[in-house]
């Protein structure tokens, strides 16, 4: 009679630990953790764009050195990259921006600000055939290139992160499991296209 008890015992463990695996593996099916895996995803790649962002800023002094060096004149256009890296540069940036769009767009157009002012700078180079043939010039442009390539990148795995993450968050079961599990979670700011970029003007020295 005992034995027959532990069996039963055994037996009912055993459908438990069932049970037990069997909504572990539908919790995770569904998605439960997606939120904060996809939160994090936007997190490490916010991350990468900072980063190379602080690449070219670091980049941008040496740049502005060189070129005063061959063509100090150009008084206007080495202010303009300055002062744009200096808005950059005073900008507090954390994971915080991510859930501040205002402080996000205010990020972005100063990056796109500091973007314009390089590709000005980057005009006035083609005046100095001295400026382009420079050892350390040429270095420093090699270095801004492949930072911009990086950044391009950067902003598109960013761009793909916030996607993934709020597509999350605005279709179902996402919505439903963010609404009980993970109520303070907001949809974050993507990058966008500035007209400021689209329409930079160009200097024209003829």
């Known amino acids: 009679m005992q034995k027959l008890s532990t069996t039963k015992q055994f037996n009912q463990y055993l459908v438990q630990l069932f049970c037990v695996s069997l909504l572990c593996v539908l919790i995770s099916g569904c998605g439960i953790n997606n939120v904060p895996t996809f939160d994090e995803g936007v997190k490490a790649a916010w991350s990468k764009v900072l980063n190379q962002y602080k690449r070219r800023a670091d980049l941008i002094p040496n740049l502005v050195t060189t070129v005063k060096g061959f063509a100090s004149h150009e008084k206007n256009v080495l202010i303009d990259v300055v002062n744009a890296r200096s808005k950059v540069a005073r900008m507090t940036v954390d994971p915080e921006t991510l859930t501040n769009p205002e ?42 290139e492949g930072t911009e390539n990086r950044i391009a990148v950067a902003r598109a795995d960013y761009i793909e992160a916030v996607k993934k993450y709020n597509t999350e968050l605005r279709t179902i079961p996402g919505r439903w499991i963010a609404g009980v599990l993970y109520p303070d979670a907001e949809l974050k700011p993507t990058f966008t296209v500035s007209k400021a970029v689209e329409s930079a003007p160009l200097i024209s020295f003829e």
């Open 103 to 144: 402080v996000f767009r205010a990020f972005e157009r100063n990056q796109a600000k500091l973007d314009s002012a390089l590709s000005r700078l980057m005009v006035v180079v083609e005046k100095y055939p001295d400026l382009k043939a420079d050892k350390n010039f040429l270095a420093l442009q090699s270095q801004l």
